[in-house]
């Protein structure tokens, strides 16, 4: 009967240990995401503004437009690119 109740601790106590890496992974999964997709943003960002500077257009570079660069993909860029026409 003592080996069954070890046997339940341990396995409960695998659970919980399990959950509680899921908390904490969770979140450092979501910045490496985003610190990835803010990284292809500013790569996309730099391409349209060298593209762009055959054109004497170009995007501003800062936080913001890296962010929107990185959370819509393709879609910011454009997104940002007739914002800035809309804006000349």
Known sequence: MEVVNV????LFLLVI???VAQVFMKPI???WKLLFN?????ILLLV?????GYFHFSLP???I?????GFLGLPGILLL???QLLMM
């Open 17 to 19: 240990l399990y959950l």
């Open 7 to 10: 046997i339940m601790a341990a």
């Open 81 to 83: 690119v007739c914002f």
């Open 65 to 69: 437009t890296v962010l929107i660069a």
């Open 38 to 42: 803010s990284a292809v943003g500013l």
């Open 61 to 63: 570079i800062n936080i």
């Open 48 to 52: 349209v503004n060298y593209i762009g």
């Open 29 to 31: 999964k979501l910045l």
